[in-house]
């Protein structure tokens, strides 16, 4: 590798890297100031917590790269998770053929929203409000009230560690190299980029638009089922919340943003979106371990969040062409 | 058609389209034969742009047929035309900017291992069609967004290449690239034809199609006029063609001055990071001052930096005898300083493409059409029309979007847009790149017409026959310094090509002889 070679790949990265930067020195922070010493346990809690996020925020950078975006993910989970409630249970047989029920419930609300964005030719923020609403009722009718049940046997493997490293992390880690590595190499996950950056050239270049588009919702759909399912297991039931919903949806965009993919779509990653995530969750546990009232955490939220992507747009300061402010 | 007989690669029956009740072209037979560079000439509106998109699979005809050796075809997108040997480079440029240059080149059909994109095999690939276009020193992992105009329209052509197309369109491809590029170009096109691809050209340079072009068709109004061999006809007669009526006179006379325009524009040791070096020049009420040079020497940047929209710059900035330090654009139009810019790229820079033809007209003078934030709409509607009449705007209705005018007409929105400020110092990068000639040479006229009404000109082009034409002075631009001043008998060809090259007049003139006798 080439000193150009290590530049272009510095300035491609920039994003995730500063975010990876921020994510290390507050972990590490909260780590030095957490009353109990680091273990397996403390590790296994936050990335419970941390993977679920991490995995919608996956789900949100797919559309984004299209420059569309996905408001339904947070319904979709939910009604993931409400599924799962419902037909993850019994002996492992039957779990796992509930697990590919929930899924398969993803995957195909994700298809609903590329066909209706793409053949319907309707905004995706629209698009995508109508059916995430959609979605959330299916959700409530699933379960009225909160409860169900959920296969405990399933639950333990799944939010434990495994040889010391907590399960759900590597489950993150085999998402991103066994379903985003294999989507960036293919011609559909590159149409995908060619989209969001020039949806016309794209055209004008014979690009599979409305292909690469409804896999992207698709995808979406997809993890965001996932990220559902990791709920379910981790509260041991599903519950159709309106507020858990809406608040999912937004925080996976602000994580997208933080990981340094571009609103304006054609560049980022899934990788810089799960540190986005990691960002944002680890907000939460620095004020515990600071003991500020929770009542303050989403003014933090919100600071980090701003500080986040200035830290992105310092680039800015930089220019001296003003124009270039703009491209 | 008499130049590509029986043998044709494609060919066009009768074929008609319409958009709404425009009729872009009218029942247009059309053929282009292999092994041969088949130059399309005509005005813009003339249809010429539709009958690309028909071959590129864009649009659909509503009736005729396309025939491509015996068999007809019907593209339903570009990809169809794309499987049957089809490549375009288009005037605007069909790359995506935030991908790599591989990325970009290999879009269409990227090598593939597994079923997944071999990332080494498309540079490898990328590499070897930028060393074919002569731009060995791109990276092909460099984005697409980091480049230079110049260079993108290299990147669009080494594309172009790598689909193996039996029929190439280019369509004002040349109309960014420096001249050594141009040569790069030629050769490649001259190798093509040897191997037997078809190439459609289109150009509005007479000197492009003079070299390149083995066959000419002449399009008017949406219909084909004539098929010639090149070199059949005279430039009078091909103009004739194109217009349908005797263009006498292009460039409109320069006036005889006796006594120095007063200074309106007067710079003093303007620098700019590197890019600019003490640049001191003065334009006078009434003159057309030109700006040349090789393509990317500091002109653009230059007219930014007057216009304040580059921070940081040195140097020293009168208007009208007064010094002053612009802020940025909306000091520079406000009328003490009275500056316009007509910006290079009118899609971004220039145009609001969405909005209507006279929102756009009206958008940089809205604080003269307005009084307390409200815009008055009769005052509004009374310069507009004023503006759509003294620049001739062709339009059916002020109120559709002025994405939907030719690009002649847009060019003259953007133009229009800055003159209804009353601007008095006008700088242009430019203005006629990619436009037809009745265009231009109403451009011409209307530029003079400013110029002797009062305003100070600062022209940039990158035609040499327009610096010759319409300019008082040239200025030359190498490195980002004025390289050297012409004025009166000293503004031709050979002392534009010489200073812009840095050469002095004896250098080239010895170097002129030689590449003649060789």
Redesign the interface.
Known sequence: MTLRDLKLFLSANRGPLLALFVFVVMFSVFLHEHPRPVSVALLTAASNKGVVLALMAMAQTVPVLTRGLDLSVGSIMTMAACASSVVVHGPPEQAALGVGIVLAVGLVAGVINGVIVVIGRIQPIIATLATGAVYFGIALWLRPTPGGDVSEALSNALTYATLGVPTTFLLLIAVLVFVWLPFRRSVLGRGCYAVGSSEGAAYMSGVAVARSKIAAYTLAGLLAALAGLLLSLVALSGEASAPQAGGYTLNSIAAVVVGGTSLFGGSGGMVGSVIGALVLRTIGDLLFVFDAPPLWQPLFEGVILLLAVSLGAARVLRIKNRLELFT | MAAAGDNAFLRMDGVVKRYGGVTALDGVSFACAPASIHAVLGENGAGKSTLIKII?G?VQPNEGRVVIGDRPVAFA???DA?REGIA?I?QE???????SIA??IC??N?P?RF???D?RAQSRRAEALLARVGCEDL?P???V?NLPLSRRQMVEIA?ALGRNPRLLILDEATSALTAADVKKVYKILGDLRQEGVAILYISHRMHEIKALADTCSVFRNGRHIETFTQGARNDEDIVRLMIGRELKLVYPPKPQRTVPAQPALEVRGLC??QRLQDISLAVGRGEIVGLGGLDGQGQR?LL?ALFG????QQGQLAIGGAPVRVS?PAMAKSPKLGMALIPEDRK??GLMLPMSIRDNLSLAALSKLSRHGLVDRAQEATQVDEAVRSLAIKAGDLDLPVASLSGGNQQKVVIGKWLMTGARVILLNDPTRGIDVGTKQEIYELLRRLADAGAAILLYSTDYDELIGMCDRVLILYDGRIERELVGERINEHDIIAASLNLSRKDFADGAVAEETA
Not at chain 2, 93 to 99: E, G, H, K, V
Not at chain 2, 309 to 312: P, S, Y
């Open positions: 590129a864009v997108s570009p990809m794309a375009c288009f440029l069909s790359l995506m900017p935030d991908l990325d970009n879009i269409t990227p593939t079923g997944f994109i990332g990276h992992l460099e984005p967004k594309k700019w990071q940047e930014l929209v580059l921070t940081d940025g971004t820079e």
